[in-house]
């Protein structure tokens, strides 16, 4: 029985090439797009899962008074760890780390000379208890002493091969910030899922006095402490405790409301309140949004099989009547064509293997990730096939099996079943409009994610950032003269050069993914109205180059410390001046130092547009000046960046030169947002695709069905362009009821995102205007095209035609 229902299938399969194509490609294309979702999902679900003590390791950190509502950062005091695991004996172990990015390493040769590396992912300064609280196989050495003593340092093997050619390396040096480490141990190579990627760790303890000396007053968010309880119940207590703790270490100190609390290890990844050391977090909320996408793809495209198979299903009757009249149960029918759907489905799943293969390779390195199909010990893989295929097989194959084995059998013999009469007819028109539904939500929902990448674009930030160059600059120790002197040289040298329209000296450029924030408030008031500020260390010729407009007083010398202070509009309505010239000659207290504000500049942004402008002090400080900005020609640019880098490597030969450009540096800021708009574009054009492929389908068989007709209104004289309408109209009632669907969910979906911007779009008639019409011109044009080709044939031959 089975060996003839199997040959009946393949023999189906062959007779009916045209839809079998559409059912086998639709669902080809909906699996393939699941399947590379699924592993998007697992890959960010399943961050920082593999530590044995995941229940139980918490992140300290600390939320406080902003002007603009609350603030949150991951750093906490390096004073913190100490003090909390003597005040909390819940605490099995608590461990500091202070991260380092780009940093430069140098690795002596016999020569005399060094091989320099920069590396981008940084070092990160650690606590051998670090290995007690996480885990992180180390290959050779011994964990818990290996960064015991100052000077100790732990590499991964894939740096240990990078920087010496071989793994073991324990007794070699390396050099970082002009201190030589010895390495005492080799670790793995940490997973591409985690929060922590460290591939260097330096020893606490190198630093540790220095860092004690910021005491509470200094938050940094790459100085994190992670604790491990002794119990994961004990946290409810703990936090319990915490503002007794705050009282008792900051007291009447605390002006800002700072409190400190402990974030699950498991929340790390998925909290975009606060950053981490991968500098990435993935919302629940995305990946909630990335797992409907999967399955509306799925769901298109059993759709269209569902359809394809009930249109035809009057074309198998008369086998039904058949079997029917032969003996066959229903419960036999209903086997035999849900083993059809499997076998389908089964086809279509190896496609959507090799399929897969394919697109991670192109995947990967867009998203920087290294997704792959393993086979050998992905139990969740293999619970996705399994899965997929037998979901994919019952919802495809349960409904059509059963329209075709309900079939009456005398009806059936007789030929008497038609299209229409067949109970898979509203079940069809109920299921396209479920896909226009799917296809236009997709399609309204891109339209506005798109909008607001290119507002973030085309926005005015406030300041100049095409065509400038961000050389960084060596932080050498000098004392203050002679840094300045040095620094000041090189400026005017780069100056000089031929395509050179500026320069200037900063802390950081006007937008940047570095930011100093700090309280400040005026003489004549307490130190309890303290309010925030970002800081900026700069030049006089910082505002020509970025042109900011001052719009009150005037501009910073060139000095190497401070004598005044400018701020910006967002300061004086902070500080609650009514105009800029209110402020100006007003002693303003920032960093202990008294200084008078002596110039007003126009607001500008400096993080990305999630945010609202803050307050800014702009001020002199030569000792904090860490970048060279360059004006440049950009007919130019070339010359422009060897001469700089000539410049560069004559004054400071120990060290690389690097260079980026502001406006790609600004563009980081909404990588994450860019990528996410390209593959739901993507994704977008997968659902319509497979949604083209059910309509052609569909199509094609009404094309069948009315060639008789079509023939007859045709030799009464109806035109192509009738009998075009007479196609499409239907579906054109479809799309409407699609619409008013799909419409309600976009706008309030996309709104619910829109709201983690400060700086948004606002979501009009033109975005719905658009998806309509967009879906009514693909349908149409799908519709339209198999329907022309009907209407052009001789209606003598549709007359003929059976």
């Given at each position: 029985?089975f060996?003839?229902?199997?040959?009946?299938?393949?023999?189906?399969?062959?007779?009916?090439?045209?839809s079998?194509?559409?059912?086998?490609?639709?669902?080809?294309?909906?699996?393939?797009c699941?399947?590379?979702?699924?592993?998007?999902?697992k890959?960010?679900?399943?961050?920082?899962?593999?530590?044995s003590?995941?229940?139980?390791?918490?992140?300290?950190?600390t939320?406080m008074?902003?002007?603009n509502?609350?603030?949150?950062?991951p750093?906490v005091p390096a004073?913190?760890?100490?003090?909390?695991?003597?005040?909390f004996?819940?605490?099995?172990?608590?461990?500091?780390?202070s991260?380092?990015?780009n940093?430069?390493?140098k690795?002596?040769?016999?020569?005399?000379?060094?091989?320099?590396?920069q590396?981008?992912?940084?070092?990160?300064?650690a606590?051998?208890?670090?290995?007690?609280i996480?885990?992180?196989?180390?290959?050779?050495?011994?964990?818990?002493?290996?960064?015991?003593?100052p000077n100790?340092?732990?590499?991964s093997?894939?740096?240990?091969?990078?920087?010496?050619?071989?793994?073991?390396?324990?007794?070699e040096?390396?050099q970082?910030?002009t201190?030589?480490?010895?390495?005492?141990?080799?670790?793995e190579?940490?997973?591409?899922?985690?929060d922590?990627?460290?591939t260097?760790?330096?020893?606490m303890?190198?630093i540790?006095?220095?860092?004690?000396?910021?005491?509470w007053?200094?938050?940094?968010?790459?100085?994190?402490c992670?604790v491990?309880l002794?119990?994961?119940?004990?946290?409810?207590d703990?936090?319990?405790r915490?503002?007794?703790?705050v009282?008792?270490?900051?007291?009447?100190?605390?002006?800002?409301?700072?409190?400190?609390?402990?974030?699950?290890?498991?929340?790390?990844?998925f909290?975009?309140?606060?950053?981490n050391?991968?500098?990435?977090?993935a919302?629940?909320?995305m990946?909630?949004?990335?797992?409907?996408?999967?399955?509306?793809?799925?769901?298109?495209?059993?759709?269209n099989?569902?359809?394809?198979?009930t249109a035809?299903?009057i074309?198998r009757?008369?086998?039904?009547g058949?079997?029917?009249?032969?003996g066959s149960?229903?419960?036999?029918?209903i086997?035999?064509f849900?083993?059809?759907t499997?076998?389908?489905?089964?086809?279509?799943?190896?496609?959507?293997?090799?399929l897969?293969?394919m697109a991670?390779?192109?995947?990967?390195?867009?998203?920087?990730?290294?997704?792959?199909l393993?086979?050998?010990g992905?139990?969740?893989?293999?619970?996705?096939i399994?899965?997929?295929?037998m979901?994919?097989s019952?919802?495809?194959?349960?409904y059509?099996?059963?329209?075709?084995s309900?079939?009456?059998?005398a009806?059936?013999?007789?030929?008497?079943?038609t299209?229409?009469?067949?109970?898979g007819?509203?079940l069809?028109?109920?299921?396209v409009?479920?896909?226009?539904?799917?296809?236009?939500?997709f399609?309204?929902g891109?339209?506005?994610?798109?909008?607001?990448m290119?507002?973030?674009?085309?926005?005015?930030?406030?300041?100049r950032?095409?065509a400038v160059l961000?050389?960084p600059l060596?932080?050498?120790?000098?004392s203050?003269?002679?840094?300045g002197?040095?620094?000041r040289?090189?400026?005017?040298e780069?100056r000089?050069l031929?395509?050179?329209?500026?320069?200037?000296l900063?802390?950081?450029?006007?937008?940047?993914?570095?930011?100093?924030?700090?309280?400040?408030?005026f003489?004549g008031e307490?130190?309890?109205?303290?309010r925030?500020t970002?800081v900026?260390?700069?030049d006089?010729?910082?505002?020509?180059?970025?042109?900011?407009e001052?719009?009150?007083?005037?501009?910073?010398?060139?000095?190497?410390?401070?004598?005044?202070?400018?701020v910006?509009e967002e300061?004086?309505r902070?500080a609650?001046f009514q105009k800029?010239?209110?402020?100006?000659?007003?002693?303003?207290?920032?960093?202990?130092q008294?200084?008078?504000?002596?110039?007003?500049v126009?607001?500008?942004?400096?993080?990305?547009?999630?945010?609202?402008?803050?307050?800014?002090v702009?001020?002199?400080?030569?000792?904090?000046?860490?970048?060279?900005?360059?004006k440049?020609?950009p007919?130019?640019m070339?010359e422009?960046?060897a001469?700089?880098?000539?410049?560069?490597?004559?004054?400071?030969p120990?060290?690389?030169?690097?260079y980026?450009f502001?406006?790609?540096?600004?563009k980081?800021f909404?990588?994450g947002e860019?990528?996410?708009?390209?593959?739901?574009?993507?994704f977008t054009?997968?659902?319509?695709?497979?949604?083209?492929?059910?309509?052609?389908?569909?199509?094609?068989?009404m094309?069948?069905?009315?060639t008789?007709?079509?023939?007859?209104?045709?030799?009464?004289?109806?035109?192509?362009?009738?009998?075009?309408?007479?196609f499409?109209?239907?579906y054109v009632?479809?799309?409407?009821?699609?619409?008013?669907?799909a419409?309600?969910?976009?706008?309030?979906?996309m709104?619910?995102w829109?709201?983690?911007f400060?700086?948004?779009?606002?979501?009009?008639?033109?975005?719905?205007?658009?998806?309509?019409?967009?879906?009514?011109?693909?349908?149409v044009?799908?519709v339209?095209?198999?329907?022309f080709?009907?209407?052009?044939?001789?209606?003598?031959?549709?007359l003929r035609?059976?």
């Amino acid at each position: 029985m089975f060996k003839n229902y199997f040959k009946t299938a393949l023999r189906n399969l062959f007779r009916e090439k045209g839809s079998s194509f559409l059912n086998i490609a639709g669902l080809t294309l909906g699996i393939t797009c699941s399947l590379i979702l699924f592993l998007l999902v697992k890959h960010l679900a399943t961050f920082d899962n593999f530590h044995s003590n995941r229940d139980r390791i918490f992140r300290i950190v600390t939320e406080m008074d902003g002007n603009n509502g609350k603030f949150h950062t991951p750093g906490v005091p390096a004073a913190l760890p100490d003090a909390f695991k003597e005040d909390f004996p819940e605490a099995e172990e608590v461990t500091f780390t202070s991260y380092r990015l780009n940093a430069l390493i140098k690795v002596p040769q016999s020569s005399g000379e060094s091989k320099k590396y920069q590396e981008e992912t940084g070092v990160v300064f650690a606590q051998p208890n670090f290995f007690r609280i996480f885990d992180r196989r180390i290959v050779e050495g011994d964990p818990f002493k290996a960064l015991d003593e100052p000077n100790e340092a732990i590499i991964s093997g894939s740096l240990a091969r990078k920087y010496f050619g071989r793994e073991a390396v324990i007794g070699e040096v390396l050099q970082y910030d002009t201190l030589e480490y010895k390495i005492a141990a080799v670790m793995e190579d940490h997973p591409a899922n985690t929060d922590l990627p460290f591939t260097l760790m330096l020893s606490m303890s190198t630093i540790k006095k220095d860092r004690d000396m910021a005491g509470w007053g200094s938050i940094w968010s790459d100085e994190q402490c992670y604790v491990l309880l002794k119990d994961k119940e004990a946290i409810g207590d703990v936090q319990a405790r915490m503002p007794a703790f705050v009282a008792k270490y900051l007291g009447k100190e605390n002006y800002r409301g700072q409190m400190f609390f402990l974030q699950p290890l498991s929340e790390l990844h998925f909290d975009d309140r606060y950053s981490n050391y991968s500098h990435r977090t993935a919302p629940r909320e995305m990946l909630i949004a990335l797992s409907v996408i999967a399955i509306f793809l799925v769901l298109t495209a059993c759709i269209n099989f569902i359809n394809l198979t009930t249109a035809e299903a009057i074309k198998r009757s008369k086998e039904v009547g058949i079997r029917k009249s032969l003996g066959s149960s229903r419960a036999q029918l209903i086997l035999q064509f849900l083993g059809e759907t499997t076998i389908v489905t089964l086809i279509a799943m190896f496609l959507s293997l090799g399929l897969t293969q394919m697109a991670l390779s192109l995947l990967n390195p867009f998203l920087e990730l290294s997704l792959a199909l393993d086979f050998s010990g992905d139990h969740l893989l293999w619970a996705f096939i399994a899965g997929v295929t037998m979901l994919v097989s019952l919802l495809s194959g349960l409904y059509p099996s059963m329209v075709l084995s309900g079939f009456k059998p005398a009806l059936a013999l007789k030929n008497q079943i038609t299209n229409r009469s067949s109970s898979g007819y509203n079940l069809r028109r109920s299921l396209v409009v479920i896909q226009f539904v799917i296809s236009q939500f997709f399609i309204m929902g891109t339209i506005i994610l798109l909008s607001q990448m290119n507002y973030f674009q085309s926005q005015d930030l406030g300041f100049r950032k095409d065509a400038v160059l961000i050389v960084p600059l060596p932080q050498i120790q000098l004392s203050e003269g002679t840094r300045g002197l040095n620094l000041r040289t090189l400026r005017e040298e780069i100056r000089r050069l031929p395509g050179v329209e500026n320069v200037s000296l900063s802390s950081t450029p006007p937008s940047s993914g570095s930011v100093n924030s700090t309280g400040f408030y005026f003489e004549g008031e307490d130190e309890s109205e303290q309010r925030d500020t970002h800081v900026k260390q700069v030049d006089e010729n910082y505002l020509s180059l970025y042109d900011i407009e001052i719009v009150a007083g005037k501009n910073l010398g060139d000095y190497d410390t401070a004598r005044g202070f400018l701020v910006n509009e967002e300061l004086v309505r902070v500080a609650g001046f009514q105009k800029p010239d209110d402020i100006i000659g007003k002693t303003m207290l920032l960093w202990g130092q008294e200084l008078p504000v002596i110039g007003v500049v126009k607001d500008f942004h400096t993080v990305s547009l999630r945010n609202r402008i803050e307050p800014i002090v702009l001020m002199n400080n030569v000792q904090a000046y860490r970048n060279l900005s360059v004006k440049v020609n950009p007919a130019r640019m070339k010359e422009v960046i060897a001469e700089v880098q000539k410049r560069y490597e004559e004054r400071y030969p120990e060290n690389l030169f690097e260079y980026t450009f502001l406006d790609e540096t600004i563009k980081q800021f909404y990588r994450g947002e860019q990528k996410m708009s390209i593959l739901l574009s993507v994704f977008t054009s997968m659902a319509i695709f497979i949604g083209c492929l059910g309509l052609f389908g569909l199509a094609t068989f009404m094309a069948n069905q009315k060639t008789k007709e079509i023939g007859v209104r045709k030799a009464l004289g109806a035109s192509v362009e009738s009998i075009i309408f007479l196609f499409s109209k239907e579906y054109v009632k479809l799309i409407f009821l699609g619409f008013a669907l799909a419409a309600p969910a976009v706008w309030f979906l996309m709104n619910k995102w829109l709201e983690n911007f400060a700086y948004k779009i606002t979501i009009g008639p033109l975005v719905f205007i658009a998806g309509f019409f967009a879906t009514l011109m693909i349908a149409v044009l799908t519709v339209g095209y198999r329907s022309f080709r009907a209407a052009r044939v001789n209606p003598i031959q549709s007359l003929r035609y059976e």
